[in-house]
């Protein structure tokens, strides 16, 4: 039987934690390598195939025979099969740069690219996401989410002010971080929801919210109450950003934005750079999302706002859109309890 921790010398525990996380990193290294490994060799497999085809005029039976003869020869190993063989050279065919497989593709799991190769055709927008899966470590099915919401032509594309209102070196970090529309389709509400209740269905979602807002978003809380003037007043959803350092601020509409709400916005940020900003923090970023919003309404409200803001539009999956069938199973605003969850700002429950 193991001894007790405590009946070890002093120091032990701290020296034990510190060997767990480098076996940890060790393990991490080593299956990167592993796959990085694989995803050469079924690049080189590809590209083999992709040559014999195109200069000695082979058919897809070689395909088949290959298949059967490597399964024979190398019967522990998966991976052989006649469709693999045939991701394999789609795999060299869709990548010819063997620097790219080095730098980006291949250091994904194959079934990411699988997922690139059969949903996306065009060159820079297959990279773009490939990319995106390395910087932020997406599964499969993540993935597949980002591409089918077509996340590279949503991405930087709120109307903000942050060019003005924020220092170059984290204006540019900002725009890329916002969004428009953002694609709160995880869950089937009625068109004529209210905006607490909205609030209270992201809350209740918060994972599938946090991987819409993006990587380094850490939720803090909703309803974040602020007292100005012997008045209280409440911020929708209040987040906090590790990269931008920032607290950022969500306001949301149920309806078309207006030019009051640029207003209220920056009347909160001024509040919560007073009242919640830590040392060290910048100044908190505002963000009104709208079921709806005309660009030049925005640009003129924002005009000669000095805070951080920006606005976008939100899509919702409205129930009554759905078949009846479909529409009966998934959770409406009614049947989503009321909650609040706490984190500290930079507590890694980003996605």
Known sequence: MGRNISDM??????????????????????ALAVNTELMGLYWRIGQEILDRQERDGWGTKVVDRLAMDLRAEFAGMHGFSRANLLYMRAFAEAWPDPTIVQRVVGR?????????????KDPAERLWYAEATLEHGWSRPVLATQIQTQLRDRQGKAITNFDRALPPEASDLAQQLVK???????????????ERELE?????????????????????????????????????????????????????????????HAGKMNFYLAALDEQDREPGDNPSIGLILCRERNRVVVEYALRSVTSPIGVAEYKLLVAEALPAALAEAL??????????????????DDT
Request: glycine share 10%.
């Open 200 to 260: 209270r269905a992201l809350v209740t979602r918060v994972k599938d919210l946090l991987l819409e807002m993006g990587k380094g978003f850490a939720f803090i809380g909703n309803q974040h109450h602020l007292e100005v003037g012997g008045q209280d007043w409440y911020v929708d959803l209040l987040f906090y950003h590790r990269r931008l350092r920032c607290l950022i601020a969500v306001d949301l509409k149920i309806g078309a934005f207006q030019p009051e």
């Open 9 to 30: 010398p002093k120091g032990y525990g701290p020296w034990l934690a510190g060997l767990k996380a480098k076996i940890r990193e060790a393990r991490l290294r080593t």
């Open 180 to 194: 428009d529309p953002y694609q709160f389709d995880f869950m089937a509400l009625s068109p004529d929801i209210k």
């Open 331 to 348: 959770p409406t605003s009614e049947d989503l309890e009321p909650g609040m969850t706490l984190l500290p700002p930079g507590q890694d």
């Open 108 to 120: 994904l799991p194959w079934g990411q690219n699988i997922e690139l190769l059969t949903k996306l």
